[in-house]
């Protein structure tokens, strides 16, 4: 394995056109990139604006939904610019060292006669804008600095397949000079505007259709060549700005757009110019706020540790935000009605970078868990309102979730005619229920509830054969399965059992009562429905009408009734049927060196399925299958997915982008990422794989589990095997924060726990494979202690009053 270097930051900057002090010292963590630079994606965010390039500098066509348009600059909704490159004394300068920093990137770019050229690219939050800075290395004399920046204003829907598409939306730009800046303006209908300058006068300037740096202008056609430049919806235009420049100067340029004309992008450009160094200070600060909160010390598996570090930072990478969007439904893409609301503003936690930068509910879904574990509960709950204020606009407040919206308001699938996307819709609430969990917040509750409660109605009520089995989609989107599909029968279970939790908390017993009963009902006859048996040694993935035939295809969501867990930590798989089929998944027909396929091949099994292999290896997939043998207490072999998604982050031979969980893994069928042209990669980030990181650490083996709905908190730590300690600090949970230590010794485990928050405290551990208990003391006093069987193991359990510092003890033989 290649060594990890440690980047040094671009120094601090002047404000518009002094000169640099010295360079500051690097962040801990920061992940460098030497090789292969041109053939990786790189992606820097602010949940206003983002960009997306190569490692080398260079701003290749990237992306399939708009071919070949999904990178470059972007301001929600609309994209600004191709790429923006420069050139010292006539070179045009390209990087040999990229490094990811938490929320910033830098390059060392290779100039003229040995001259190297640190640039810096940061995106702030609240602006719509992105800044550049680039240090001139002392005693280089005057160098003539060339800027050259190609616009492609076009909006976020419709895409290059869609009815209508970009090739008739798209309108032609039109370039200017101010004086300063490079103008760029798309008016067709609207009045979309780019800006690209500097703090400093140029000296000269120039427009044109080309103006891609070392770039030419191929164009992405069908078949595509290896590297294009341009999509063929592209009508972009060019400019030119050039400087003198002194050696020892930094010199910071920015990028700014809006959908509101020049005046509103110029103001973005003032705002993020005004100080570039304070701008990069404040995102410097924000992201070591991330990373102060839920810090982990992992001595048996730092891998995972510093994956934890990563994920956080990929959540807050994802956090977007657009305003005034217009909510229409296109009917996958195929119809323009007139739009049927509007919504002021949209904030949410992106899917992925460079083609699913917008609102899911699944993916959302998902994210929610790592999102709590991290501390971070504003994100994920301004996901849910923008879920719900969009799906009631559209759905007429019916309680659908609403699928898939780009930033403009384009609902491409989730509407009350869709047949599908049940799964999301039931998750809805249990999200509400997680969040409110870990928050104690019940106004957020109360503001949830009632959409929770429709959602649970609508999806209970799409069942024509009247079985308890809700039809529609679930997470698969595959032709061939049965009406009704096993993760949508278990995340219904679940999403009745959450709702009945908020609806006792709330007074609200009819709901609580019909939610329960509902619940209890499917839970009564999951296993006698589902339950596939002979060596298929798994659960059904759908249920085929008439007559509810079992399908078994070899699916991911087979581990889905592992993964669910139930309020209290219950699951709705019995124990022995799920310990069989986790055993199954983990053979070579369903995981294979990166984790876990999303469609499991013969030879372990003697079925005959429909569905071909799918030997792609999904992030979320192995996020699922590692919560699913976390739930089980088998860390051991879930340390078999969580380390592929840590090395996805972390390893050189096997990262994209240093330090960024990616859409899908090295896979048998898919191959990687780098192998593949811009134009057919899966995301190089995607936000969802977090979960198969942080929700197994903190709430797995840590053992943080909040209930400060009901004003509770048991940390019940369970040390994987051949480890002797796990510990995290700074938690979050409520208003407060929890820090845990579990370390086991000789005959003795030792869990000492501090919590800042005010909550009935439960402590506790899981104790080892074949151990019993023969004294337990909390705090250096014997303590009378209770034993639970759960799906974890034995628990060895005592109550700690109302939070604070405590230690327990457990004697084992």
């Known amino acids: ?93 390209t990087a040999s060292r990229f490094t990811e920093h938490p929320g910033y990137t830098t390059m060392t770019l290779a100039g003229p006669g040995g001259m190297d050229i640190e640039r810096t690219d940061v995106v702030p939050d609240g602006a719509r804008a992105a800044l550049i800075g680039l240090r001139f290395p002392a005693g280089a004399g005057t160098v003539r600095l060339t800027v050259q920046a190609h616009s492609e204003l076009l909006s976020a829907y419709p895409w290059t397949f869609t009815t209508p598409s970009q090739a008739t939306a798209n309108q032609p730009d039109t370039g200017s000079f101010d004086g300063r800046n490079l103008v760029f303006r798309d008016q067709g209908g609207h009045d979309w505007a780019a800006l ?83 701008a990069l200070s404040g995102k410097m600060a924000a992201r070591q706020a991330v990373a102060a909160h839920t810090r982990v010390d992992l001595p048996g598996d730092r891998l995972l540790q510093q994956s934890v570090d990563w994920s956080k930072q990929n959540l807050a990478d994802s956090v977007q935000q657009s305003r005034d969007l217009r909510l229409f439904a296109s009917n996958q893409g195929t119809a323009s009605p007139p739009v049927k609301g509007t919504l002021a503003e949209a904030d949410w936690l992106a899917a992925g970078w460079p083609d699913y930068p917008w609102i899911f509910a699944t993916d959302g879904e998902y994210s929610a868990f790592a999102a709590v574990a991290a501390g971070q509960f504003g994100p994920i709950e301004n996901h849910l309102r923008t879920l719900r204020a969009i799906s009631d606009v559209i759905n007429d407040r019916s309680g659908k979730v609403v699928h898939e919206v780009t930033p403009d308001g384009q609902v491409y699938f989730g509407t009350n005619a869709d047949p599908g996307n049940t799964d999301e819709t039931v998750k809805f609430p249990s999200t509400v229920a997680l969040i409110w969990r870990w928050t104690g917040d019940d106004r957020f509750r109360d503001e949830m509830y009632d959409f929770s409660v429709r959602a649970i109605r609508y999806a209970v009520a799409l069942d024509a054969d009247g079985d308890g089995w809700p039809e529609g989609s679930g997470n698969v989107e ?87 867990e139930l309020p209290g930590g219950a699951s709705v798989a019995d124990r022995g049927h799920a310990v069989t089929a986790l055993a199954q998944r983990e053979r070579d027909c369903f995981t294979g060196d990166f984790g876990f396929f999303h469609t499991g091949t013969p030879g372990c099994d003697s079925v005959v399925s429909s569905a071909p292999p ?38 050189p031979s096997v990262w994209e982008m240093p330090g960024a969980m990616p859409e899908i893994l090295p896979s048998p069928d898919f191959g990687t990422n780098m192998s593949k042209d811009f134009l057919s990669r899966s995301s190089v980030l995607q936000t969802w794989g977090a979960y198969g990181v942080l929700w197994p650490v903190v709430h797995q083996q840590l053992g943080v589990d909040p209930d400060l709905g009901r004003g509770a908190l048991s940390v019940v730590p ?30 003795t485990l030792t869990v000492t726990v501090d919590a800042a928050v005010r909550a009935r405290l439960t402590l506790g551990a899981v104790l080892p494979a074949g151990k019993t208990v023969s004294a337990v003391r909390l705090d250096g006093r014997p303590v009378p202690s209770r034993l639970a069987t759960t799906t974890r193991g034995v628990e060895v359990l005592v109550g700690a009053g109302s939070g604070g510092r405590h230690t327990l003890q457990v004697d084992l033989r």
């Not at 290749?60 to 348009?69: D, L, S, V």
């Open 478 to 564: 595959r032709a061939g399965m049965g009406q009704e599909k096993l993760d949508v029968a278990v995340y219904t279970i679940r999403g009745l059992l959450d709702l009945a939790a908020m609806a006792r908390s709330k007074g609200d017993r009819a709901t609580a009562a019909w939610a329960t009963a509902q619940a209890t009902t499917r839970e009564r006859k999951f296993e006698t429905a589902w339950w596939y048996g002979g060596d298929a040694n798994s659960y059904a993935d759908s249920l085929q009408d008439p007559g509810n035939v079992k399908l078994f295809q070899r699916y991911w969501i087979g581990a889905v009734p592992m993964e669910a």
């Open 1 to 93: 394995m290649k060594r990890v270097a440690v980047a040094a930051v671009l120094g601090t900057a002047i404000g518009l056109c002094g000169v640099a002090p010295a360079a500051a010292a690097a962040p801990a963590g920061a992940l460098s990139e030497t090789s292969q630079l041109g053939n990786r994606r790189f992606v820097v965010t602010g949940d206003r604006a983002y960009e997306v390039g190569a490692e080398d500098a260079t701003y290749p066509a990237t992306g399939w939904h708009i071919r070949g348009e999904m990178g470059g600059f972007w301001s929600q909704p609309i994209k600004l610019l191709d790429g923006v490159w420069f050139a010292a004394d006539g070179t045009w300068l």
């Open 196 to 278: 690209v300058g500097s703090g400093l006068t140029p000296s000269g300037h120039a427009l044109g259709p080309g103006m891609r740096g070392p770039q030419g202008d191929v164009v992405c056609g069908d078949p595509a060549p290896a590297v294009c430049d341009d999509g063929p919806e592209g009508r972009g235009t060019g400019g030119q700005l050039t400087y003198d420049v002194r050696g020892g100067q930094t010199v910071w340029f920015a990028v700014a757009g809006s959908d509101q004309g020049p005046a509103s992008a110029r103001t973005e450009m003032s705002k993020v110019l005004h100080d570039p160094q304070r």
């Open 718 to 747: 369970q040390i994987p095997p051949g480890q002797t300690r796990v510990a995290g600090s700074d938690i979050a949970v409520g208003p407060g924060h929890v820090d845990v230590q579990a370390a086991v010794r000789a005959a």
């Open 614 to 651: 799918e030997r792609d290896i999904f992030s979320l997939g192995n996020a699922v299958m590692a919560a699913a043998e976390g739930n089980f207490g088998r860390l051991t072999r879930q340390g078999r997915y969580t380390t592929a998604n840590a090395r996805s982050q972390l390893d």
